[in-house]
């Protein structure tokens, strides 16, 4: 059966950015020519001294090397607010709407951006931060974390966000990595009606830390908090000592713009590492085309700045491009199911941009709550972080979009800095479930997982990998270049592997299946399977850990984990609660397994290797097919497994 299509509306067509024809012409010349495409792309950003070099890449293993633009010098923060002041200093830049609905919501204009990174900046520079040093923000959504990143960039200093939710463990091992000389946190962090700690949360990471940092504070809640007088600095109270100047600082187009922590196959999180010019200019590039944003229009990016998507698509392209963005502190269901669809009313938001876990829960709530909302203002919605099931897709097309508005399903990765995979909505038309064709520049392959051979034909199915460089692509893996080399370009020679697997159709749609290695993606969120293996074990009643994904109707997957006790110690529910609690503590509550099972043994071959395609067939419920079993040192094991197995759906 022929899948079903959504051409982009006539209106759209004529007013977008890209509409069919320009979207294959521009699309052939960023292949056939792109030096002088990107050259040409590379003009939406001011740059102090302009680069004359646009690309110089060589994805040959083991000596792979991605600049863009390399011998131009720009600074981030101007592109993003200074450069707007002539012509819409009065615009608003940012609208932040807070966890309480009954709490007004502030907006901030260009003009008013400007004086609070300039403060923040000359604060972070009186506590001794320099170029090329090291800043951990670790905030709740409040304008203060968009400063927080603009001051770095102003200065450039490189900063890693933490996603407020990470333990204190999390937080440390990212400080001790990347060796942070500020962390700026705030007294408390309000979500969904509740608050957590998030200064105790740094006191407690700062314990452990081989690093010492100091502490930059931001007042949100105005909570009690634990204070170490030699480390800790209010922000208020500094700022108002600092001038409201600080020229921007100088910067080459390949220094690094910020560090994010990502979770991959194997060992801790890695430190993606992104540029100064060529990201700017690819989510600048992307955030106007892939949304058809337009100047004036209100954009929305539900996504948390913890993330890759707040980065791009928070801050840095919508700023780059002088737009007004919507920054949400709160949860799509507090204090009830219509919140996101209240605040599209109630700012009148043009393009809207959530993740598909988001859409399942609140498809569960039922219509009425998007029903009773004025959404005539929406032109674009847009999906991110996982794969979206064709029932999720129809409902936001159909009741969210009232079937009148186009939905792009972007497909990308913390990784490549900006969308890979994604319709244009005056352009392509979509298939629900598809991220349809590549953006300008990219060339997707669809490789044999086994044998690493491209397949020439449309229709394939096999490994997602990128054959050549854009300008967004992480540069190395902070402190581990070798990592960056083996993790994406020494299984198959010559690419960029993603990591994910996918199907191409016969007319070229790209449809991602999931990832291939031993990551999951629970409610958008990449979580490796080893590392909350790491944190089970690391618990002293644990002998042994497996953890797998399984398919959750709300977050897409949910964490299964088997755990094999220390011999002697009793399986009770109490110690399943125990161990839920400790993974929380260990890495943060979006790593807490869904669902525990007490494994006497673990299937493993001879040579000691857990089969681990075994575990996700019982996790998954489809124990009839187990498929070869032959090399297993015991097969008695599996039995019990499956028998008590905790997935039955
Ligand atoms: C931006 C972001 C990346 C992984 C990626 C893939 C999955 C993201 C998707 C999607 C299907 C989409 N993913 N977008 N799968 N369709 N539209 O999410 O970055 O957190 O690094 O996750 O998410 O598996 O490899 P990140």
Not at 283 to 302: E, K, L, R, S, V
Not at 347 to 374: S, W
Not at 480 to 492: C, I
Request: proline share 6%; with cysteine.
């Amino acid at each position: 059966m022929a899948d079903k299509t959504y051409p982009p509306s006539a209106e759209m067509a004529a007013a977008a950015h890209v509409n069919a024809e320009t979207y294959a012409e521009m699309y052939r010349r960023s292949i056939a020519d792109p030096e002088g495409f990107w050259a040409d792309e590379g003009k939406r950003i001011d740059w102090i001294k302009p680069f004359t070099r646009v690309k110089n890449v060589s994805f040959a293993y083991p000596d792979v090397s991605i600049r863009w633009y390399e011998d131009g010098t720009l600074n981030v923060a101007a592109n993003c607010v200074d450069r707007h002041l002539a012509t819409r200093g009065d615009q608003t830049a940012i609208i932040w709407e807070p966890d309480d609905p009954k709490d007004a919501a502030r907006h901030i204009s260009y003009a008013e951006l400007h004086e609070h990174v300039c403060r923040f900046a000359n604060v972070l520079k009186s506590m001794g931060v320099e170029k090329g040093d090291r800043v951990v923000i670790y905030l709740p959504m409040i304008p203060e974390a968009a400063y927080a990143m603009l001051a770095c960039a102003r200065l450039g200093a490189v900063h890693s966000v933490v996603f407020a939710g990470f333990s204190p463990d999390a937080l440390a091992n990212r400080i001790d990595d990347c060796k942070a000389k500020v962390v700026i946190t705030a007294d408390g962090a309000p979500r969904g009606g509740r608050v957590t700690n998030l200064k105790d949360n740094v006191n407690q990471a700062l314990v452990n830390s081989n690093t010492d940092p100091l502490c930059l504070v931001v007042r949100r809640t105005g909570q009690q908090v634990a204070w170490v007088s030699d480390r800790d600095r209010w922000l208020h109270e500094m700022e108002a000592e600092v001038s409201a100047d600080c020229p921007p600082a100088e910067v080459g187009a390949e220094d690094p713009l910020f560090i994010l922590y990502t979770s991959g196959s194997t060992g801790k999180p890695k430190g993606v590492v992104h540029s100064s010019g060529g990201y700017l200019v690819y989510a600048a590039m992307t955030q106007q085309i892939t949304f058809d944003y337009h100047d004036g229009d209100i954009y929305w990016c539900t996504a948390d700045v913890g993330w890759v998507t707040g980065h791009s698509y928070i801050v840095y392209g919508p700023l780059a491009n002088g737009a007004t963005t919507l920054m949400f502190e709160g949860v799509p269901t507090y204090p009830d199911a219509s919140r996101f669809w209240q605040v599209c009313e109630k700012h009148k938001v043009n393009q809207f941009y959530t993740a598909p876990t988001a859409i399942r829960a609140l498809m569960g709530q039922g219509n009425a709550f998007v029903e009773k909302c004025d959404l005539s203002s929406i032109k674009v919605l847009g999906t991110v972080g996982e794969p979206i099931n064709p029932e999720a897709w129809n409902w936001y097309n159909d009741v969210v979009g009232n079937g009148r508005v186009p939905i792009v399903d972007t497909w990308w990765q913390t990784e490549t800095g900006g969308h890979l995979l994604t319709p244009l909505p005056g352009a392509i038309a979509t298939k629900p479930g598809s991220a349809t064709l590549p953006f300008f520049g990219i060339e997707p392959a669809v490789l044999e997982a086994e044998s690493g051979k491209e397949i020439a034909e449309t229709e394939a199915t096999g490994v997602l990998c990128i054959k050549d460089s854009w300008p967004g692509q992480m540069r190395t893996v902070w402190g581990d270049h070798e990592r960056f080399v083996s993790t994406y370009f020494e299984q198959y020679k010559g690419y960029y592997f993603s990591g994910d697997g996918c199907r191409r159709d016969a007319d070229g749609y790209y449809w991602i299946t999931g990832r291939v290695d031993d990551v999951i993606n629970v409610s958008g969120h990449r979580m490796g399977t080893a590392e909350v293996e790491s944190a089970l074990v690391a618990h002293e009643k644990v002998a042994e850990a497996a953890v797998v994904g399984y398919p959750h109707k709300i977050k897409g997957q949910g964490i299964y984990a088997y755990v094999t006790l220390m011999n002697g110690v009793a399986p009770t529910d109490d110690l399943r609660k125990e161990l839920e609690a400790w993974v929380r503590r260990e890495i943060g509550p979006i790593a807490k397994p869904d669902l525990i099972q007490w494994a006497p043994g673990l299937p493993k071959t001879r040579s000691g290797k857990i089969m681990r395609r075994i575990l996700r067939k019982i996790a998954e419920n489809d124990y009839g097919a187990l498929g070869d079993t032959s090399t297993l040192a015991d097969p008695g094991v599996v039995e019990d497994l499956v028998e008590n197995r905790m997935n039955r759906d």
